[in-house]
């Protein structure tokens, strides 16, 4: 059975809440509970319909990382990338648990054999990104495979 956008969400963000140690009071580090298409409208991207943000690291109008219950995105120095989750593998997540560095950053690899870079705040704040996009990654894969199994 497929998951709908909403239930893909509310999957990562209990994820995260699990992963990570209160406060969340990140400096460019944030998950959404609720529904937050609004504070991304004037982005370089369109998000669908139904598509909801889960977290992201914004370092500033040229550099961030959104994950979405559908695909990735990264904004690095003004170029933008992105992709769809489905398919794609978790890879690296760089020095996160750094002392001397405030960033790293994560990679998907996409189905396409594409690496996708991310963002990632370093310290208690990079479980928001490494388990959201982790778990959003194992959603669509988990949905992938249901859709190619055969019906009894």
Same mark, same amino acid.
């Given at each position: 059975?497929?998951?709908?956008?909403?239930?893909?969400?509310?999957?990562?963000?209990?994820?995260?809440?699990?992963?990570?140690?209160?406060?969340?009071?990140?400096?460019?580090?944030?998950?959404?509970?609720?529904?937050?298409?609004?504070?991304?409208?004037?982005?370089?991207?369109e998000?669908?319909?139904?598509?909801?943000?889960?977290?992201?690291?914004?370092i500033?109008?040229?550099?961030?990382?959104?994950? =979405?219950?559908?695909?990735?995105?990264?904004?690095?120095n &003004?170029?933008?990338? !992105?992709?769809?989750? %489905?398919? #794609?593998? *978790?890879?690296?997540?760089?020095?996160?648990?750094?002392?001397?560095?405030?960033?790293?950053?994560?990679?998907?690899?996409?189905?396409?054999?594409?690496?996708?870079?991310?963002?990632?705040?370093?310290? =208690?704040?990079?479980?928001?990104?490494?388990?959201?996009? &982790?778990?959003?990654? !194992?959603?669509?894969? %988990?949905? #992938?495979? *249901?859709?190619?199994?055969?019906?009894?």
């Amino acid at each position: 059975m497929e998951k709908s956008d909403k239930s893909i969400h509310n999957i990562c963000i209990a994820k995260i809440k699990r992963s990570t140690l209160k406060p969340y009071d990140f400096k460019w580090t944030k998950f959404y509970e609720t529904d937050s298409k609004n504070l991304f409208r004037n982005y370089p991207f369109e998000l669908d319909n139904k598509e909801l943000a889960i977290c992201s690291t914004v370092i500033n109008s040229e550099n961030f990382s959104i994950l =979405t219950t559908r695909k990735l995105i990264t904004l690095e120095n &003004g170029n933008l990338f !992105s992709g769809n989750l %489905t398919n #794609a593998k *978790n890879r690296l997540y760089g020095e996160f648990k750094s002392k001397k560095e405030a960033l790293t950053f994560g990679s998907a690899e996409l189905e396409n054999g594409a690496i996708l870079k991310y963002f990632i705040e370093t310290g =208690t704040a990079s479980m928001v990104m490494i388990h959201g996009v &982790g778990t959003a990654i !194992s959603i669509q894969n %988990t949905r #992938a495979e *249901n859709f190619k199994k055969p019906l009894k």
